[in-house]
Protein backbone atom coordinates (compact mmCIF):
# COMPACT_ATOMS: atom_id res chain seq x y z
CA UNK A 1 0.00 0.00 0.00
CA UNK A 2 1.19 3.78 -0.56
CA UNK A 3 0.46 5.00 2.54
CA UNK A 4 -0.65 8.08 3.43
CA UNK A 5 0.16 10.71 0.82
CA UNK A 6 0.28 14.55 1.43
CA UNK A 7 1.40 17.34 -0.86
CA UNK A 8 3.12 19.48 -1.11
CA UNK A 9 5.88 18.55 1.83
CA UNK A 10 7.15 22.33 1.84
CA UNK A 11 5.05 25.59 1.50
CA UNK A 12 6.63 28.88 2.05
CA UNK A 13 4.01 31.36 1.45
CA UNK A 14 3.70 35.15 2.26
CA UNK A 15 1.54 36.73 5.32
CA UNK A 16 -2.04 36.58 3.76
CA UNK A 17 -1.71 34.42 1.23
CA UNK A 18 -4.50 31.22 1.23
CA UNK A 19 -2.36 28.02 1.77
CA UNK A 20 -4.46 24.91 1.01
CA UNK A 21 -2.92 21.63 1.86
CA UNK A 22 -3.80 18.20 0.49
CA UNK A 23 -4.24 14.35 1.92
CA UNK A 24 -4.85 11.40 -0.10
CA UNK A 25 -5.58 8.52 2.94
CA UNK A 26 -5.07 4.69 2.53
CA UNK A 27 -8.02 3.43 0.54
CA UNK A 28 -10.12 1.95 2.46
CA UNK A 29 -9.75 3.95 5.66
CA UNK A 30 -12.70 5.45 6.60
CA UNK A 31 -11.53 7.74 9.35
CA UNK A 32 -8.70 10.91 8.44
CA UNK A 33 -7.30 13.17 10.47
CA UNK A 34 -5.11 16.51 10.84
CA UNK A 35 -2.79 17.03 12.93
CA UNK A 36 -0.67 20.34 13.79
CA UNK A 37 2.89 19.85 14.86
CA UNK A 38 5.26 22.81 16.52
CA UNK A 39 8.00 23.14 19.37
CA UNK A 40 5.31 25.31 21.36
CA UNK A 41 2.21 23.39 21.44
CA UNK A 42 2.94 19.75 20.28
CA UNK A 43 1.15 17.72 18.58
CA UNK A 44 -2.55 18.93 18.43
CA UNK A 45 -5.34 17.07 16.76
CA UNK A 46 -7.58 19.99 14.17
CA UNK A 47 -10.02 17.81 13.04
CA UNK A 48 -11.44 14.23 12.11
CA UNK A 49 -13.42 12.99 9.21
CA UNK A 50 -15.80 9.82 9.39
CA UNK A 51 -16.74 8.86 5.86
CA UNK A 52 -16.27 12.17 5.02
CA UNK A 53 -18.23 13.46 7.26
CA UNK A 54 -16.28 16.10 10.01
CA UNK A 55 -16.90 14.86 13.27
CA UNK A 56 -14.90 16.97 15.56
CA UNK A 57 -13.67 20.51 14.75
CA UNK A 58 -13.02 21.31 18.18
CA UNK A 59 -8.92 21.89 17.66
CA UNK A 60 -9.30 24.13 14.64
CA UNK A 61 -7.53 27.11 15.83
CA UNK A 62 -9.85 29.88 14.48
CA UNK A 63 -12.09 30.81 11.01
CA UNK A 64 -9.58 31.23 8.90
CA UNK A 65 -8.83 27.41 8.92
CA UNK A 66 -11.14 25.03 7.38
CA UNK A 67 -11.12 21.37 6.20
CA UNK A 68 -12.85 19.46 3.67
CA UNK A 69 -13.10 15.63 2.40
CA UNK A 70 -15.26 15.62 -0.81
CA UNK A 71 -14.64 12.02 -1.39
CA UNK A 72 -12.97 8.94 0.28
CA UNK A 73 -9.82 9.71 -1.04
CA UNK A 74 -9.01 13.19 -1.00
CA UNK A 75 -9.28 15.98 1.94
CA UNK A 76 -7.94 19.54 1.89
CA UNK A 77 -6.61 21.97 4.69
CA UNK A 78 -7.19 25.73 4.24
CA UNK A 79 -5.84 28.37 5.36
CA UNK A 80 -6.91 32.01 4.52
CA UNK A 81 -5.43 34.08 4.99
CA UNK A 82 -2.43 32.68 6.47
CA UNK A 83 -0.27 34.37 9.16
CA UNK A 84 3.20 33.54 10.37
CA UNK A 85 2.08 31.83 13.50
CA UNK A 86 0.41 29.40 10.66
CA UNK A 87 4.05 28.11 10.40
CA UNK A 88 4.07 24.66 11.67
CA UNK A 89 4.65 20.87 10.25
CA UNK A 90 0.73 19.66 9.16
CA UNK A 91 0.26 16.11 9.73
CA UNK A 92 -2.83 13.59 8.03
CA UNK A 93 -3.32 10.38 9.42
CA UNK A 94 -5.92 7.73 8.76
CA UNK A 95 -7.41 5.04 10.33
CA UNK A 96 -9.70 1.54 9.14
CA UNK A 97 -12.80 1.61 10.77
CA UNK A 98 -12.90 -0.37 14.29
CA UNK A 99 -8.91 -0.75 14.53
CA UNK A 100 -7.17 2.01 16.51
CA UNK A 101 -3.83 2.49 14.96
CA UNK A 102 -3.57 5.62 13.18
CA UNK A 103 -1.43 5.86 10.10
CA UNK A 104 0.61 9.14 9.23
CA UNK A 105 1.67 11.04 6.07
CA UNK A 106 4.84 12.47 5.60
CA UNK A 107 3.70 15.91 7.04
CA UNK A 108 3.57 19.65 4.71
CA UNK A 109 6.25 21.59 6.30
CA UNK A 110 4.11 25.21 6.22
CA UNK A 111 6.25 28.37 6.41
CA UNK A 112 4.38 31.66 6.68
CA UNK A 113 6.82 35.09 6.21
CA UNK B 1 -9.14 16.06 30.55
CA UNK B 2 -6.70 13.22 29.33
CA UNK B 3 -3.24 14.12 29.42
CA UNK B 4 0.04 12.36 28.58
CA UNK B 5 3.61 13.29 30.49
CA UNK B 6 6.66 12.17 29.24
CA UNK B 7 10.45 12.97 30.33
CA UNK B 8 11.85 15.86 29.17
CA UNK B 9 15.08 15.30 26.11
CA UNK B 10 16.76 15.19 24.56
CA UNK B 11 18.52 11.72 26.09
CA UNK B 12 21.88 11.17 24.38
CA UNK B 13 22.84 7.26 25.34
CA UNK B 14 25.59 5.34 23.44
CA UNK B 15 25.50 2.22 21.70
CA UNK B 16 24.18 -0.84 23.20
CA UNK B 17 23.12 1.40 26.35
CA UNK B 18 19.74 0.38 28.12
CA UNK B 19 17.11 2.62 27.13
CA UNK B 20 14.02 3.87 29.38
CA UNK B 21 11.68 6.86 28.47
CA UNK B 22 9.16 7.25 30.96
CA UNK B 23 5.64 8.15 30.35
CA UNK B 24 2.66 8.11 32.70
CA UNK B 25 -0.64 9.15 31.73
CA UNK B 26 -3.88 10.59 33.20
CA UNK B 27 -7.37 9.42 31.67
CA UNK B 28 -11.17 8.93 32.47
CA UNK B 29 -11.92 5.30 32.07
CA UNK B 30 -9.92 2.81 30.34
CA UNK B 31 -7.65 4.23 27.78
CA UNK B 32 -5.10 2.29 24.79
CA UNK B 33 -1.73 3.41 25.31
CA UNK B 34 0.72 3.54 21.94
CA UNK B 35 4.55 4.44 21.28
CA UNK B 36 4.72 6.64 17.93
CA UNK B 37 8.51 7.29 16.65
CA UNK B 38 9.28 10.08 14.52
CA UNK B 39 12.58 9.83 12.47
CA UNK B 40 13.69 13.07 10.96
CA UNK B 41 11.81 14.33 8.33
CA UNK B 42 8.81 11.89 8.95
CA UNK B 43 5.88 11.40 9.78
CA UNK B 44 5.07 9.30 13.04
CA UNK B 45 5.24 5.30 12.97
CA UNK B 46 3.34 3.21 15.43
CA UNK B 47 5.84 1.50 17.38
CA UNK B 48 3.72 -0.41 19.54
CA UNK B 49 0.89 -0.50 21.51
CA UNK B 50 -1.17 -2.37 24.87
CA UNK B 51 -4.88 -2.33 24.94
CA UNK B 52 -5.79 -3.22 28.94
CA UNK B 53 -4.11 -3.12 32.46
CA UNK B 54 -1.00 -5.60 32.11
CA UNK B 55 -0.90 -6.09 28.56
CA UNK B 56 2.79 -5.68 26.93
CA UNK B 57 3.32 -3.92 23.77
CA UNK B 58 6.73 -5.06 22.07
CA UNK B 59 7.87 -4.75 18.59
CA UNK B 60 12.21 -3.89 17.26
CA UNK B 61 13.48 -4.73 20.62
CA UNK B 62 11.71 -2.18 22.58
CA UNK B 63 8.83 -3.39 25.04
CA UNK B 64 6.03 -1.15 27.33
CA UNK B 65 4.09 -2.77 29.86
CA UNK B 66 0.76 -0.91 31.15
CA UNK B 67 0.72 -0.60 34.34
CA UNK B 68 -2.73 1.29 35.46
CA UNK B 69 -1.74 0.94 39.02
CA UNK B 70 0.84 3.57 38.73
CA UNK B 71 -0.62 5.00 35.54
CA UNK B 72 2.42 4.09 33.44
CA UNK B 73 3.57 3.26 29.70
CA UNK B 74 7.32 3.21 30.03
CA UNK B 75 9.45 2.52 26.90
CA UNK B 76 12.41 0.31 27.48
CA UNK B 77 15.10 -1.32 24.73
CA UNK B 78 17.73 -3.23 26.10
CA UNK B 79 20.59 -2.25 23.72
CA UNK B 80 19.98 0.66 21.84
CA UNK B 81 21.29 1.39 18.41
CA UNK B 82 22.64 4.52 16.27
CA UNK B 83 19.26 3.74 14.06
CA UNK B 84 17.10 4.35 16.93
CA UNK B 85 17.86 8.14 16.85
CA UNK B 86 14.51 9.46 16.72
CA UNK B 87 11.73 11.34 18.67
CA UNK B 88 9.25 8.80 20.67
CA UNK B 89 5.99 9.81 21.35
CA UNK B 90 3.42 8.34 23.97
CA UNK B 91 -0.04 8.87 23.56
CA UNK B 92 -3.41 7.85 24.37
CA UNK B 93 -6.36 6.59 23.12
CA UNK B 94 -10.04 7.91 24.75
CA UNK B 95 -13.31 9.55 23.60
CA UNK B 96 -14.90 7.00 21.79
CA UNK B 97 -11.71 5.39 20.50
CA UNK B 98 -11.10 8.31 18.16
CA UNK B 99 -9.04 11.06 19.61
CA UNK B 100 -5.23 10.61 20.37
CA UNK B 101 -3.75 12.63 22.67
CA UNK B 102 0.01 13.08 22.60
CA UNK B 103 2.93 13.42 24.95
CA UNK B 104 5.77 16.42 24.06
CA UNK B 105 7.62 13.88 22.59
CA UNK B 106 11.23 12.65 23.74
CA UNK B 107 14.44 13.13 21.51
CA UNK B 108 16.77 10.11 21.59
CA UNK B 109 20.13 10.50 20.65
CA UNK B 110 22.58 7.44 19.85
CA UNK B 111 26.09 7.60 19.50
CA UNK B 112 28.30 5.17 18.81
Known amino acids: DAGVIQSPRHEVTEMGQEVTLRCKPISGHDYLFWYRQTMMRGLELLIYFNNNVPIDDSGMPEDRFSAKMPNASFSTLKIQPSEPRDSAVYFC???????????FGPGTRLTVT | GDSVTQMEGPVTLSEEAFLTINCTYTATGYPSLFWYVQYPGEGLQLLLKATKADDKGSNKGFEATYRKETTSFHLEKGSVQVSDSAVYFCALLTGGGNKLTFGTGTQLKVEL
Open chain 1, 93 to 103: ASRAGMRDEQY
